[in-house]
């Protein structure tokens, strides 16, 4: 009999917006995998540090989050090493921020694992729904058409795509803030839009976003632009 795989949507960095369903099985996984990027940063292992059990065996997996360097034959070595525990009929919890299905990492291992070994994905709070609640702005209203939106794209997919939102959110600021920013500008929409880091982790901060400094923008940073709908 084979282990089953597991993806646990982590929410965003507050480790009490974890489900309690996430908890259990994150609680009984006898492994416990979780990407590591450059440096041994283990961002999704960091969020439920205080509830791993010292008996889990757990399991790194570097991947190195470079646009110039393809991800792609790290996930195959780290799908083979789950595999590994898998077969021997051990339960595997893939740690995921956010929610596994919506930029997450989980999906590439889903995607090499699901067809061999029963699986099951459990969604977790993303961050496109904790940064509204934190900076205390209702995000859509009744009709309104929403966005979600990268930040790496170019300037004039976004000037297109936000032309015909409602409500939008950009991601994956970083260095692209600048970018982002001037075409919020070019549409009107600079002055309705609020800038977060790194929303609800203990680090989070919130800033005028006429007053952001691109230069020290994070990736875990986000545009909110809200809906203009007014009772």
């Known amino acids: 009999m084979t282990g089953k795989l597991y993806g646990l949507g982590l929410g965003p960095g507050d480790p009490e ?31 439920v ?18 646009l110039e360097q393809s991800s792609q034959p790290y996930y195959d070595k780290a799908a083979e090493t789950l595999a590994g525990y898998l077969s021997q009929g051990q339960d595997v919890a893939v740690l995921c921020e956010g929610d596994p299905f919506f930029y997450g990492t989980f999906m590439y291992l889903f995607n090499r694992l699901s067809d061999r070994f029963p699986t099951e994905v ?43 939102a409602d409500a939008a959110i950009i991601l994956k600021l970083g260095k692209h803030f600048a970018k982002v ?26 800033v005028p976003i006429d007053q952001v400094d691109p230069a020290t923008v994070p990736y875990f940073a986000m545009i909110v632009v809200p809906s203009q709908w007014q009772p």
Do not use: H
């Not at 205080?50 to 008996?55: A, K, Q, T």
């Open 122 to 164: 459990v969604p977790g709070v993303s961050s496109v729904m904790a940064s509204p609640a934190m900076l205390g702005t209702p995000l859509t209203y009744r009709n309104d058409v929403f966005m979600v939106l990268s930040g790496i794209l170019p300037a004039e997919v976004l000037a297109e795509k936000l032309a015909v």
């Open 49 to 66: 540090a205080g509830y791993l059990r010292p008996e889990q065996i757990e399991v790194p997996m570097y991947f190195p989050f470079k």
């Open 181 to 206: 920013y001037g075409v919020l500008q070019q549409l009107g929409f600079a002055q309705r839009a609020k800038y977060i880091e790194r929303s609800t982790m203990p680090n989070q901060r919130i």
């Open 17 to 47: 917006l974890l489900t309690l369903k996430t908890f259990r099985l994150l609680r009984s996984a006898p492994v416990v995998a979780y990407p590591m990027s450059d440096g041994g940063k283990c961002l999704a292992r960091s969020i």
